[in-house]
C-alpha cells in the first residue's frame, strides 16, 4: 500500500512537471512579422539592431504605456513608427530572400539606415571638380 502511495505521487509530481514546462505563457503578444515564436534573447537581439540602425531609443516606435506612464506597451500598435518599421521588415526580408543565396542577411537596417531615423540622400555627382 505504501509502495502504491510512493508510486502514485511521483508518477503525479512527474505530470505536473510536464503539465507546467508544456502550459507556457505566449511570450509575445502582437508579433505580424516575427516567428510568434521567436525567444525573449532574440527578441531583444533584433529591438537593439533595430534601436542601433536607426540611431533612435525604444520609444522611436513603442508608445507609452496607459497606466503606467513611466513604462513603454510595447505590444500596442498606437506610435505610427512601429507599423512602418514592420513594413520595412518584410522589404529587407523580401529583398535578402530574392537577391541573395549565400548570405541570408547581406542587407539590414543598418545598410540603409547607417545610424539615421532617416537614410541620407547620396551626395550630388555635378562635372565640376
Ligand atoms: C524601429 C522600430 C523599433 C524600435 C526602435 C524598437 N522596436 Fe520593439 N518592436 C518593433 C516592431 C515593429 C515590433 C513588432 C514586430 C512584429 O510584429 O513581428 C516590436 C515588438 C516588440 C516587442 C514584443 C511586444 C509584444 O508583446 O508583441 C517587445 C517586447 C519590444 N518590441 C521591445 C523593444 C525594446 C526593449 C526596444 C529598445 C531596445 C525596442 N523594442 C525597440 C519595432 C521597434
Ligand atoms: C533599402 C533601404 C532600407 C532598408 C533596408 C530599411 N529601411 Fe527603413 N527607411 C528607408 C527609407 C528610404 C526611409 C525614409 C522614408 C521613406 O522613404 O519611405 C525609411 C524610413 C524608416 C522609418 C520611418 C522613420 C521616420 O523618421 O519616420 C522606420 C521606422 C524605418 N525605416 C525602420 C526600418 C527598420 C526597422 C529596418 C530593418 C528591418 C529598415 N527600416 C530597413 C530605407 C530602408
Not at 505530470?15 to 516567428?35: G, M, Q, R
Request: aromatic share 6%.
Amino acid at each position: 500500500m505504501r509502495r502504491k502511495m510512493l508510486i502514485l505521487s511521483s508518477v503525479i509530481t512527474v505530470v505536473a512537471f510536464l503539465s507546467l514546462s508544456f502550459v507556457e505563457e505566449p511570450k509575445f503578444k502582437n508579433l505580424k512579422v516575427l516567428d510568434k515564436n521567436i525567444s525573449k534573447e532574440d527578441l531583444e537581439i533584433t529591438m537593439k539592431q533595430f534601436k542601433t540602425a536607426l540611431g533612435v531609443k525604444c520609444n522611436f516606435c513603442h508608445a507609452q504605456s496607459k497606466t503606467q506612464p513611466d513604462k513603454l506597451d510595447f505590444a500596442s500598435d498606437e506610435n505610427k513608427h512601429k507599423n512602418i518599421a514592420r513594413g520595412m521588415m518584410k522589404m529587407t526580408m523580401r529583398i535578402n530572400k530574392k537577391y541573395f543565396r549565400e548570405h541570408k542577411n547581406a542587407i539590414t537596417c543598418y545598410s540603409c539606415h547607417n545610424g539615421n531615423k532617416e537614410p541620407k540622400d547620396p551626395p550630388v555627382e555635378t562635372l565640376e571638380e
